[in-house]
């Protein structure tokens, strides 16, 4: 079996900061994915990434930016935070048709 | 994505009785995914059902799929209180193209 790990589990931010977001998995997946999800909605997808160094944009990527410089782990960035913004951030890896999901980071901005 | 927008469908029934949540898709799909999400974790694959199958069951839970008209369903026989989760259905098409689209969610509430 693996495990996907996602850090920080909770995550305060301040308006227009930089916040960064980190992914690791060690089922050895080649891709990787980053949702967003807001309270009471489904999952949008900002990010994905079918090997290491490659970067897909997903239809919520405006304001956000990725990075995967190994194939273990993907990297999320928020590049300017929102007032009150909250949503829970997901980050998946695939095998085969099926995604793996790890337990999400819930962002928070003051 | 469309559906990642719109609020959640609201379902609440009485433990022990039977639930079908639907999906309807818009574009080509050759696999429809039915996810779990439980509170406070990440979805997680409960069955999957394939253009060439019309049906698919899996214990207590029975997809079909109907690709004339785009859509899936998700039955749960006998529902228990354990079964309360949000459902999404999700489409990919396949091949060398890794994007897969989840749909309108459902929040089902099984009450004893």
């Known amino acids: 079996g693996g495990i996907i790990t996602q850090t920080p589990k909770f995550l305060i931010g301040q308006e227009g900061q930089k916040l960064t977001l980190k992914c690791q998995q060690n089922?050895?997946?080649?891709?990787m994915y980053w949702y967003r999800q807001d309270s009471g909605k489904g999952l949008r997808l900002i990010y994905y990434?079918?090997?290491?160094?490659?970067?897909q944009k997903g239809d919520l990527s405006e304001g956000y930016d990725a990075s995967r410089e190994k194939k273990s782990s993907f990297s999320l960035t928020v590049t300017s935070a929102q007032k009150n913004e909250m949503a829970v951030f997901l980050c998946?890896?695939?095998?085969?048709?099926?995604?793996?999901f790890g337990p999400g980071t819930r962002l928070t901005v003051l | 994505s469309q559906w990642g927008e719109e609020n959640l469908q609201a379902l609440s029934i009485q433990e022990g009785e039977d639930v079908t949540m639907n999906c309807s898709y818009k574009t080509y799909t050759t696999v429809v995914h039915w996810y779990r999400q439980d509170s406070g974790r990440g979805p997680a694959l409960i069955i999957l059902?394939?253009?060439?199958?019309r049906e698919k069951r899996s214990g207590r839970l029975r997809a079909t799929l109907d690709t004339s008209s785009q859509s899936s369903s998700l039955s749960i026989t006998a529902a228990q209180c354990e079964d309360t989760a949000v459902y999404f259905c999700a489409t990919d098409v396949g091949g060398s193209n890794a994007k897969l689209t989840f749909g309108k969610g459902t929040k089902l509430s099984v009450k004893s």
């Open positions: 990434s079918i090997t290491e160094n490659d970067l």
């Open positions: 059902i394939r253009s060439n199958e």
């Open positions: 998946a890896s695939k095998r085969g048709r099926e995604q793996y």
């Open positions: 089922f050895n997946h080649d891709t």
